[in-house]
C-alpha cells in the first residue's frame, strides 16, 4: 500500500494526518510517500512516528520515502526523540 502525502505538514495539519490511514487494514508493508510535501515542524515528526507505531503495534512496517532534504533533516534529528508529543 502506498500513501502519497501532498503540501506542508506543521502543527495544524500532523493530527489530520494520523487520522488517514487504514492501520487495521492495510497489508503488512505500508509506504508513505512524501515526495511532495515538506515537514515543516516537530508536531509532523511526531505525527510521523505515531503512525509508524500504530502500524508498528499490528506488527507492519512503514517505509517513509521522498522526503526533501530539509524535511529529511529534521525528520532525521527529531524521530523517536518526541515521545509523548503527540
Do not use: C
Request: aromatic share 8%; charged share 25%; hydrophobic share 40%.
Amino acid at each position: 500500500m502506498v500513501y502519497r502525502v501532498t503540501g506542508e505538514l506543521f502543527f495544524a495539519s500532523s493530527n489530520d494526518l494520523v487520522g488517514r490511514f487504514d492501520y487495521a487494514n492495510d497489508p503488512d508493508r505500508v509506504v508513505i510517500d512524501l515526495t511532495d510535501a515538506h515537514v515543516w515542524d516537530a508536531s509532523s515528526v511526531a505525527a510521523l512516528d505515531a503512525v509508524e507505531t500504530k502500524y508498528g503495534q499490528r506488527g507492519k512496517t512503514v517505509e517513509i520515502t521522498g522526503l526533501n532534504t530539509p524535511s529529511a533533516d529534521l525528520h532525521g534529528r527529531l524521530s523517536g526523540e518526541l515521545a509523548g508529543a503527540h
